[in-house]
């Protein structure tokens, strides 16, 4: 895809504000309206990325149209290196604009790719106050089906409601949302007396038993608050 101004082939992706700026003559292209992007991922990008190697790699484990948008938009940056760490990146910022939030942590892993690259990349491409879904319940969806595997519990209705006090009560103010809902499982877990429940947080949501213990701390002095939601 080409700049209709200046015929310049060089984009960034500015996700703040929906707009694909050319990196020549500064036209920026409001890109993400859902029937244009429908319409352009159908008829323009499917065709050219169906052959790619990253479709073909991911395609049991993303959707179609994911992978679609994350190689489109891994085209639109002109980057020389980590062009692996680019296509992460894009695949991640792919499933938060499709409500299938990953954390970039699982992205690293899936696609066997350097987080520390990809956090860099974010930062470079100031993507980092825009990285999170705008609301807890994708990720809330998904790690409560996870809960339910492990320990054949279906507690999300309990998640739903120790987030939200996490968020009236500022509890967990500036913490990453996966770290929240995980804090609101193990709230959970504890209270339901559930024995060895961290490793088994540790292993199936590639979080580190530190965290876990630095995550319960922080909540602990309204640990009754939050059993009396419990149900």
Same mark, same amino acid.
């Not at 895809?1 to 292209?29: H, K, L, R, W």
């Not at 604009?97 to 699982?106: I, L, Q, S």
């Not at 995550?215 to 640990?223: A, C, E, G, S």
């Given at each position: 895809?080409? #700049? ?18 050319? /990196? @020549? ?9 859902? =029937? ?9 990008? *499917?065709?050219?990325? *169906? ?14 149209? &994911? ?5 489109? $938009?891994? @085209? ?8 692996? @760490? ?8 792919? #499933? *938060? ?15 066997? /790719? ?7 990349? %974010? ?8 990285? $999170? ?5 994708? &990720? ?5 089906? &996870? ?17 939200? %006090?996490?968020? *009236? ?16 499982? #193990? #709230? ?14 540790? =292993?199936?949501?590639?979080?580190? !038993?530190?965290?876990?213990?630095? !995550?319960? !701390? ?12 419990? /149900?």
């Amino acid at each position: 895809m080409n #700049c209709i101004y200046c015929d310049s082939n060089s984009f960034v992706i500015n996700f703040s504000t929906s707009d694909q700026v050319c /990196t @020549e003559c500064g036209t920026a292209t409001f890109i993400f309206d859902t =029937e244009i992007q429908t319409h352009s991922l159908d008829c323009n990008v *499917k065709k050219k990325t *169906k052959n790619h190697s990253w479709f073909n790699q991911f395609s049991n484990t993303f959707s179609d149209n &994911i992978i679609h948008h994350a190689i489109y $938009l891994s @085209e639109s940056y002109n980057v020389k290196k980590h062009k692996n @760490e680019l296509f992460a990146m894009c695949l991640y910022m792919s #499933c *938060k604009y499709f409500d299938a939030y990953r954390t970039t942590k699982e992205i690293s892993t899936i696609t066997n /790719t350097r987080l520390i690259i990809i956090h860099s990349l %974010l930062s470079k491409f100031d993507l980092v106050k825009n990285i $999170l879904p705008s609301d807890f319940t994708s &990720i809330i969806n998904r790690f409560s089906i &996870i809960v339910f595997e492990i320990f054949n519990l279906n507690i999300r209705h309990n998640i739903i409601n120790i987030v939200d %006090l996490f968020d *009236k009560y500022n509890m967990l103010n500036s913490k990453r949302k996966d770290s929240i809902v995980v804090t609101a499982i #193990c #709230c959970v877990l504890q209270r339901k007396s559930i024995r060895r429940f961290k490793k088994l947080i540790c =292993e199936h949501f590639n979080i580190s !038993l530190v965290t876990i213990n630095k !995550l319960l !701390l922080i909540i602990k002095p309204h640990l009754n608050f939050i059993n009396s939601v419990i /149900t």
